[in-house]
């Protein structure tokens, strides 16, 4: 006999043998493997799998699980100046005691008939985003920023009828292949180069690679690099000559203290709320966000849901719902432009009561310490032997520092930094093959003054 023929789950329901068999005669199977009958035989694992035995005592497994997480080191008890996508930044208590209420918790999607305030604080969501960022529709969060774009891409392209998008090179390679995945087989990914001292586009790779079948470029503001483009406009109009759209990923932060990208010529922008009010969990509370004009080619294109307010039958009332049901798949399933699933919808409702929170002048004087602060880790970097800041622009939180003139590779910097506790920067040697043995540091409100210097004095140590 099987061992799950035997055993009786803690965790699996109806796992008794009793209610298996029941079950099984219910709907007329004598062996659980005839569930599978329709997957060909040499797709499906034969034999037992090597998996170590069940702890059926709760006891036990917590204290297994208690000794894994154990493990980790995380950034509260280490100074960290890890980005690339996900950083440290500080998330008020009240944030974590509204989402934590029940109604929001499970903010998994929802319907009308169960919606207790999940609707209306996430048209509120939107309608704070789109302040930030100035453009007049937001979507419900989708799963990341990597979606995001791509998703945005593929808006770009069924509004166009176009095949080819032209992607900036300074791009995050996780969000790269995210699109490659996406966009195949029905548009071609075209990659534009960038100038090697700034940073910032190359303007001949771009004007060289322009077609009329180029349905948009999408680059990144700042870049993943943290390098802030200054020819806006000059490429948005470029691209509109060109009958070309412009689609621009952002931190949704530095829109605080530099222009949004709708103010420079961009008709779609996108990208993470993690940074508003979401803690790092692993990586877990990603976002990804989307931003047009409210012109109906682009609203109608969304694939995700929109969330809007109207009067109900009901005098001086007023109701919360989807916008455009139908041309989402939850309205027309196979028909849909693009699948939607799950969502990020809770992420959404902590962004939204971080931004109520900071309000307008709160959001202006974080980014403003933000960039004071990582100007002042960029000077304390560069006095260092052998250090210096890759590209010469101006950037947001984060910069690319180059270590190969101090003979360690970022590896062994980063190895004997953690032992004075502090995490170092991403090391980029090999998902960018440009930048061999540099790093990518972040710099948040998490780091004040004293955090900064501990980082110079330790690097200073360990490079001697």
């Known amino acids: 006999m099987k061992f799950h023929e035997r055993q009786v789950h803690p965790y699996i329901p109806n796992s008794a043998p009793a209610t298996k068999a029941a079950m099984m005669k219910e709907i007329g199977i004598e062996d659980i493997d005839e569930l599978y009958e329709d997957i060909p035989s040499h797709l499906r694992f034969k034999g037992e799998m090597n998996l170590p035995k069940a702890l059926t005592s709760e006891l036990a497994l917590k204290r297994h699980m208690d000794g894994i997480l154990g493990k980790n080191v995380s950034v509260d008890e280490k100074i960290s100046f890890l980005g690339g996508g996900c950083s440290n930044h500080y998330v008020p208590a009240i944030v974590d005691e ?151 990923g952002l931190d949704p932060l530095s829109a605080s203290v530099i222009k949004p990208p709708s103010q420079y010529g961009a008709d779609i922008a996108c990208g993470d709320i993690q940074s508003l009010g979401n803690h790092m969990h692993f990586g877990g509370t990603l976002a990804g966000f989307i931003a047009t004009r409210d012109e109906e080619r682009f609203v109608m294109e969304y694939p995700s849901r929109l969330f809007g307010i109207a009067k109900t039958s009901v005098e001086g009332e007023w109701g919360f719902s989807d916008v455009a049901y139908d041309r989402t798949s939850f309205g027309v399933r196979e028909k849909g432009k693009e699948f939607v699933g799950t969502a990020a919808a809770l992420w959404g409702i902590s962004s939204a009561v971080y931004l109520s929170l900071l309000g307008p002048q709160g959001i202006t004087e974080l980014g403003q310490t933000i960039i004071q602060r990582s100007l002042y880790t960029q000077k304390r970097l560069s006095e260092l032997k052998g250090v210096k800041l890759r590209f010469t622009s101006a950037t947001f939180k984060e910069c690319v520092v180059d270590f190969s003139g101090t003979g360690k590779t970022v590896v062994e910097i980063n190895k004997l930094l953690l032992e004075k506790g502090i995490f170092g920067g991403k090391d980029l040697t090999e998902e960018m093959p440009g930048l061999p043995q540099c790093a990518l540091y972040a710099v948040t409100e998490m780091h004040g003054q004293a955090e900064i210097d501990a980082l110079a004095a330790a690097l200073k140590s360990v490079l001697a």
């Open 98 to 248: 509204v989402i934590n209420r029940s109604e929001f918790l499970t903010a998994y999607a929802g319907e009308p008939y169960e919606d207790h305030g999940r609707f209306q604080v996430l048209f509120e969501y939107q309608s704070l985003m789109a302040e930030l960022l100035d453009f007049d529709v937001v979507n419900v969060p989708t799963y990341d920023w990597g979606q995001a774009a791509a998703t945005s891409i593929r808006m770009a392209e069924r509004i166009t009828g176009r095949g080819t998008v032209l992607v900036a090179d300074t791009i995050s390679p996780d969000r790269l292949s995210i699109i490659r995945n996406y966009c195949h087989p029905v548009m071609q990914v075209v990659l534009v180069g960038h100038d090697n001292t700034s940073g910032q586009i190359d303007m001949g790779s771009l004007k060289g690679n322009l077609s009329g079948d180029v349905a948009a470029l999408y680059f990144e503001n700042p870049a993943y690099t943290g390098v802030l483009e200054e020819n806006g406009q000059v490429i948005a109009d470029e691209l509109h000559a060109n009958g070309s759209l412009m689609i621009v």
